[in-house]
């Protein structure tokens, strides 16, 4: 790839434009198709370790990043909803994560009616769900009800340990 041989200092130039990489990127995962296994930086509990799984972790990582970008200039956006919606698996909008007894894991998202099964709920957003959990707001920013230390702990979780 370009990037590691400008990178090593065996290519003349600039480096590639981050335009350039995208496209590469996006042209690499479209020839491949999205049920092709690869490579992933994530563990096995997370997304499927497919093209289709990479494109959209690289999607929800690109939207966080970006308002990080915005935030940066004094002017955060709210993700775009389908994006939001995406990396918060479906919902309409305002969603409720499910937190079920202490020492189990992950969260499960459900619909309102759901609320009174669980330990704790979180509501807000998809947005705002999405940038809490990525810790780029406080928690305390959405709706919390029930137990608060289920929060901490699944902030603090690695599904891989």
């Known amino acids: ?34 049920d092709r296994g690869c490579w992933a930086w994530w563990g096995k509990s997370q997304p499927p370790r497919t093209c289709g799984g990479a494109a959209r972790r690289q999607l929800h990582e690109t939207a966080v990043h970006t308002y990080d970008a915005q935030l940066t ?59 809490a959990f990525y810790g780029r707001i406080p928690l305390d920013s959405l709706k919390l009800g029930g137990n608060r230390r289920l929060f901490d702990q699944l902030v603090d979780w690695d599904p891989e340990p």
Do not use: H, I, N, Y
Request: proline share 12%; charged share 25%.
């Open 73 to 131: 200039v004094g002017a955060p956006q709210p993700l775009p909803e389908e994006v939001a919606l995406d990396s918060w698996l479906s919902g309409d909008g305002a969603r409720v994560a499910r937190l079920p007894s202490f020492g189990t894991m992950p969260a499960v998202p459900t619909t309102d009616e759901d609320t009174d099964a669980a330990d704790a709920t979180a509501r807000g957003m998809a947005s705002e769900l999405v940038l």
């Open 1 to 34: 790839m370009r990037v590691r041989t400008w990178a090593r200092g065996t290519s003349p130039g600039p480096p590639p434009s981050p335009r350039d990489l995208t496209q590469q990127l996006l042209d690499a995962l479209r020839e491949a198709g999205q």
